[in-house]
Protein backbone atom coordinates (compact mmCIF):
# COMPACT_ATOMS: atom_id res chain seq x y z
CA UNK A 1 0.00 0.00 0.00
CA UNK A 2 1.06 3.27 -0.80
CA UNK A 3 1.62 6.02 1.78
CA UNK A 4 -1.08 8.60 0.10
CA UNK A 5 -3.29 5.87 -0.09
CA UNK A 6 -2.96 4.38 3.62
CA UNK A 7 -3.24 8.26 4.76
CA UNK A 8 -6.26 8.48 2.64
CA UNK A 9 -7.93 5.52 4.34
CA UNK A 10 -6.88 6.50 8.08
CA UNK A 11 -8.03 9.73 7.70
CA UNK A 12 -11.59 8.72 6.46
CA UNK A 13 -11.14 6.04 9.59
CA UNK A 14 -10.32 8.72 12.13
CA UNK A 15 -12.75 10.92 10.98
CA UNK A 16 -15.49 8.46 11.06
CA UNK A 17 -14.36 7.48 14.72
CA UNK A 18 -14.27 11.23 15.65
CA UNK A 19 -17.82 12.13 13.99
CA UNK A 20 -20.41 9.11 14.59
CA UNK A 21 -20.64 9.32 18.45
CA UNK A 22 -21.41 12.95 18.00
CA UNK A 23 -24.53 12.26 15.21
CA UNK A 24 -26.07 10.56 17.83
CA UNK A 25 -25.68 12.54 20.85
CA UNK A 26 -25.59 15.73 19.01
CA UNK A 27 -29.46 15.39 17.50
CA UNK A 28 -31.29 14.37 20.89
CA UNK A 29 -29.66 17.32 23.11
CA UNK A 30 -30.61 19.82 20.08
CA UNK A 31 -34.06 18.52 20.34
CA UNK A 32 -34.10 18.79 24.10
CA UNK A 33 -32.93 22.79 24.18
CA UNK A 34 -35.89 23.00 21.82
CA UNK A 35 -38.35 22.02 24.19
CA UNK A 36 -41.10 19.30 23.20
CA UNK A 37 -43.69 19.57 20.27
CA UNK A 38 -47.27 19.27 21.48
CA UNK A 39 -50.82 20.51 20.60
CA UNK A 40 -52.42 23.58 21.49
CA UNK A 41 -54.73 22.91 24.88
CA UNK A 42 -58.27 22.74 23.87
CA UNK A 43 -60.99 22.95 26.55
CA UNK A 44 -58.91 25.51 28.84
CA UNK A 45 -61.32 26.34 32.22
CA UNK A 46 -58.65 26.55 35.32
CA UNK A 47 -58.08 28.69 38.15
CA UNK A 48 -55.54 30.19 39.57
CA UNK A 49 -55.67 31.57 43.10
CA UNK A 50 -53.28 34.88 43.17
CA UNK A 51 -52.41 34.27 46.94
CA UNK A 52 -50.72 31.05 46.17
CA UNK A 53 -47.10 29.91 45.98
CA UNK A 54 -47.69 28.95 42.30
CA UNK A 55 -49.04 32.53 41.61
CA UNK A 56 -46.19 34.80 43.03
CA UNK A 57 -44.86 36.02 40.06
CA UNK A 58 -48.08 37.59 38.89
CA UNK A 59 -48.11 39.83 42.24
CA UNK A 60 -45.63 42.01 39.52
CA UNK A 61 -46.19 43.16 36.35
CA UNK A 62 -44.36 41.71 33.68
CA UNK A 63 -44.30 38.21 35.86
CA UNK A 64 -46.11 35.17 34.06
CA UNK A 65 -45.99 31.67 34.74
CA UNK A 66 -46.68 28.58 33.28
CA UNK A 67 -49.99 25.97 34.01
CA UNK A 68 -51.22 23.29 31.61
CA UNK A 69 -49.51 24.25 28.51
CA UNK A 70 -50.97 28.08 29.00
CA UNK A 71 -48.91 31.42 29.58
CA UNK A 72 -50.67 33.42 31.98
CA UNK A 73 -49.41 37.13 32.57
CA UNK A 74 -49.84 39.91 34.57
CA UNK A 75 -49.14 42.62 31.97
CA UNK A 76 -46.95 45.67 31.99
CA UNK A 77 -50.56 47.57 33.12
CA UNK A 78 -51.61 45.36 35.13
CA UNK A 79 -54.16 43.30 33.97
CA UNK A 80 -53.61 39.85 33.26
CA UNK A 81 -53.49 37.99 29.44
CA UNK A 82 -53.61 34.01 28.97
CA UNK A 83 -52.25 33.11 25.28
CA UNK A 84 -50.98 29.39 24.16
CA UNK A 85 -48.08 28.00 25.56
CA UNK A 86 -47.78 26.12 22.34
CA UNK A 87 -46.39 28.20 19.59
CA UNK A 88 -48.21 28.50 15.99
CA UNK A 89 -45.44 28.11 13.91
CA UNK A 90 -44.12 24.46 14.50
CA UNK A 91 -45.75 23.80 18.22
CA UNK A 92 -42.83 24.08 20.68
CA UNK A 93 -43.67 24.50 23.63
CA UNK A 94 -41.96 27.99 24.44
CA UNK A 95 -44.16 30.53 24.11
CA UNK A 96 -43.00 33.04 27.13
CA UNK A 97 -43.95 36.87 27.92
CA UNK A 98 -40.97 39.17 27.48
CA UNK A 99 -41.45 42.89 28.93
CA UNK A 100 -40.50 44.79 25.21
CA UNK A 101 -42.10 46.38 23.24
CA UNK A 102 -44.96 46.51 25.49
CA UNK A 103 -45.12 42.99 26.40
CA UNK A 104 -44.63 40.72 23.71
CA UNK A 105 -45.69 36.61 23.46
CA UNK A 106 -42.58 35.59 21.90
CA UNK A 107 -40.81 31.83 21.15
CA UNK A 108 -37.06 31.00 21.52
CA UNK A 109 -37.26 28.04 19.14
CA UNK A 110 -37.41 30.27 16.32
CA UNK A 111 -37.37 33.60 17.44
CA UNK A 112 -41.74 34.29 16.55
CA UNK A 113 -43.21 37.40 18.29
CA UNK A 114 -46.66 37.80 19.18
CA UNK A 115 -48.64 40.90 20.60
CA UNK A 116 -50.84 40.26 23.40
CA UNK A 117 -53.89 39.94 21.50
CA UNK A 118 -52.29 36.96 19.32
CA UNK A 119 -51.29 38.74 16.02
CA UNK A 120 -47.65 37.72 14.61
CA UNK A 121 -45.45 40.60 15.08
CA UNK A 122 -43.27 38.45 12.69
CA UNK A 123 -42.96 35.92 9.75
CA UNK A 124 -39.70 33.56 10.45
CA UNK A 125 -40.13 31.23 7.21
CA UNK A 126 -41.79 31.15 4.32
CA UNK A 127 -44.63 30.67 5.98
CA UNK A 128 -47.68 32.96 6.61
CA UNK A 129 -47.28 33.57 10.53
CA UNK A 130 -50.67 32.24 12.09
CA UNK A 131 -51.78 34.12 15.22
CA UNK A 132 -51.57 32.52 18.89
CA UNK A 133 -54.75 31.42 20.65
CA UNK A 134 -55.24 33.60 23.24
CA UNK A 135 -57.51 32.43 26.14
CA UNK A 136 -59.88 34.70 28.07
CA UNK A 137 -60.13 35.93 31.93
CA UNK A 138 -61.90 36.81 34.41
CA UNK A 139 -61.07 37.79 38.02
CA UNK A 140 -63.25 37.37 40.93
CA UNK A 141 -61.45 38.53 44.52
CA UNK A 142 -58.06 36.84 44.44
CA UNK A 143 -59.36 33.76 42.12
CA UNK A 144 -58.41 34.62 38.30
CA UNK A 145 -59.87 32.20 35.65
CA UNK A 146 -58.46 31.22 32.74
CA UNK A 147 -60.81 29.89 29.72
CA UNK A 148 -62.27 29.65 26.07
Keep these: MERKQFLRTLGVGAAFA?????????SSDSDSEKGDIKEEPSNVDFTIDLESDEASKLGTNG???LKNDVVVVKNLEGEFVAASQICSHENYDQVRFANVDGG???CDVHGSRFSQTGTPLNQVDSKAAKPLKVYNTTLTGTMLRVFE
Design 63 to 65: GFI
Design 18 to 26: LTFPCLGGC
Design 104 to 106: IFY
